[in-house]
């Protein structure tokens, strides 16, 4: 187990609505990453936080946004949901020692439906 | 043109066979290289990191080409239970952005 947990684990919205991922990083780190990982795809890079600040963004249109707490746990947020958000979302964290050599510590996801 | 490509397989071969994968980069100022793992439905996990000098785990051997930009990971001897989805990642940005391709499938038969 990497210690970084998810919620909700499955989730199921409609067109239009807006959604709230969560995830607890690890103990010690203080950096969360967010992915968003379609069927077959590998994880495409959404945006990371360090210390409560966005720290790096991919590709992703501003309906996507995020939150890091003083404690480090993160919340996804993505509004006017499209059917091509239906993904696999997951939360990634590490500090600044792990993620420079590449260890990031992954949750085991939380798997978005839009109907 | 996605900044990290792999081949996506599948690859299908037996148990105890040798089998290799490549990747490539767009960014040349990628500055880390890494494998990592996915089995079905689970999280991704590190495997091993990647150096210019090349190096070596186990059954499993990585190789970075600057030059070409390009990844390799070569698996010897290989185990049904290294069936799995391999994912080749580059990180730049004071590792800020760590990028994944799309992975290559690998199943290995008895």
């Known amino acids: 187990e990497t210690g970084v947990t998810q919620s909700p684990t499955h989730l199921i919205k409609t067109r239009g609505q807006q959604v709230t991922l969560r995830c607890s990083s690890q103990?010690?780190?203080?950096?969360v990453s967010w992915y968003q990982q379609a069927l077959g795809q590998g994880p495409q890079f959404i945006f990371q936080?360090?210390?409560?600040?966005?720290?790096g963004r991919g590709n992703f249109p501003p309906r996507f946004s995020g939150l890091q707490f003083p404690n480090y746990s993160s919340e996804l947020n993505v509004n006017a949901l499209e059917l091509d958000d239906s993904a696999l979302y997951l939360c990634?964290?590490?500090?600044?020692?792990?993620?420079?050599?590449?260890?990031?510590?992954f949750g085991e996801g939380s798997r978005l439906t839009v109907l | 043109r996605k900044e990290v490509e792999q081949d996506p397989g599948p690859f299908n071969v037996p148990e105890g066979a040798t089998v290799a994968f490549n990747c490539t980069y767009s960014?040349?100022?990628?500055?880390?290289f890494f494998w990592y793992r996915q089995d079905c439905r689970k999280e991704p996990k590190l495997l091993m990191s990647?150096?210019?000098s090349g190096n070596e785990d186990g059954r499993f051997t990585a190789q970075l080409n600057r030059a070409s930009q390009y990844i390799s990971l070569l698996i010897r001897d290989s185990k049904l239970s290294d069936s799995a989805t391999y994912l080749c990642?580059?990180?730049?940005?004071?590792?800020?952005?760590?990028?994944f391709g799309s992975g290559t499938r690998l199943s290995i038969r008895p």
């Open positions: 990647v150096y210019s």
């Open positions: 990634a964290s590490s500090s600044r020692t792990s993620a420079n050599t590449g260890e990031l510590f």
């Open positions: 990642v580059a990180s730049y940005s004071s590792a800020s952005k760590i990028i």
């Open positions: 936080y360090y210390r409560e600040e966005e720290n």
């Open positions: 960014n040349s100022a990628s500055q880390s």
């Open positions: 103990s010690g780190h203080n950096t």
